[in-house]
């Protein structure tokens, strides 16, 4: 059983279930069939569209938490010098025997061995959520490898007009010390808390991009959630021209998730 908390001083939700550890995360992708799930990342047509909008091809690009790779995957067939690194040693291993010709290594996103300095640009998709004790130390190591000029491709789950609009409305009970941090597993974060976060770290925003409307709405109106969950996972071409549909409607009001690009400082020192 999950249950969301909101947290006033910081103006983001808090979700209890299963801690994101290395071992949840190798449990997780073990289920995977790790072949097709890598090569789906072709499929990320948002990805190949805004790493080309700000990094011409043959840039240099990391994914910090890059899972079972298939960014990665994506991003070199589209011809870019892409690196990963995750903590969850158990999956590394597996897709790199895989796909042995994928630049990955197990690495801390807080701390990685790469030299100052040393990519174009910087996927993070839905990291910096799953961190109690906050992502100010991942930011500052994005920001150190990351060239002058280059750009950080942010995203996290975000606190939706909804969600805020639930949170007035007194629909969570409020976070406190009596929750367990054992069971944390994310944060939904405010973008503007976020963007004046990241700011400090030496990075202007450049666009925000919000998505996955659908899972918004089902994950916050339970009424709806066994119709919306059908949807949701529906394979066929009219649930995914509803989930396309819904999400070109109403983004904006019931997001699950939002992109941030960001710009690095050229001044920043």
């Not at 994506?74 to 897709?95: N, P, R």
């Not at 920001?143 to 942010?154: T, V």
């Not at 339970?222 to 059908?230: A, D, E, I, T, V």
């Not at 999400?247 to 710009?263: C, Q």
């Amino acid at each position: 059983m999950s249950i969301t908390a909101f947290d006033p001083i910081h103006k983001r939700l808090a979700l209890f279930k299963k801690e994101a550890t290395p071992e949840f995360w190798d449990a997780q992708w073990k289920q995977e069939d790790l072949k097709q799930k890598v090569s789906s990342g072709k499929t990320y047509h948002f990805i190949k569209k805004f790493t080309q909008k700000y990094i011409p091809p043959g840039g240099r690009i990391l994914e910090g938490g890059c899972g079972t790779g298939q960014v990665v995957y994506a991003l070199e067939s589209w011809g870019y010098d892409t690196h990963g690194i995750d903590f969850a040693k158990e999956i590394i291993e597996t897709v790199t025997s895989l796909f042995p010709h994928l630049h990955l290594s197990v690495q801390d996103v807080k701390q990685t061995n790469f030299p100052d300095h040393s990519f174009d640009g910087y996927w993070s998709l839905g990291v910096i959520e799953h961190f109690w004790n906050g992502y100010d130390d991942i930011i500052q190591e994005a920001s150190r490898i990351i060239k002058p000029g280059g750009h950080l491709f942010l995203s996290f789950p975000v606190m939706s007009p909804l969600r805020k609009l639930k949170a007035r409305l007194g629909c969570y009970p409020l976070l406190s010390e009596t929750h367990d941090t054992k069971t944390f597993y994310e944060f939904m974060l405010d973008p503007d808390v976020v963007t004046q976060q990241v700011n400090v770290q030496g990075f202007n925003l450049v666009e925000t991009f919000v998505y996955d409307a659908l899972k918004g709405v089902k994950d916050e109106i339970k009424l709806l959630q066994p119709l919306l969950q059908r949807i949701y996972n529906g394979k066929n071409v009219f649930t995914r021209g509803f989930r396309f549909g819904f999400t070109l409607l109403f983004a904006r009001l019931t997001g699950h998730m939002i992109i941030l690009v960001l710009k690095k400082r050229p001044t920043y020192v």
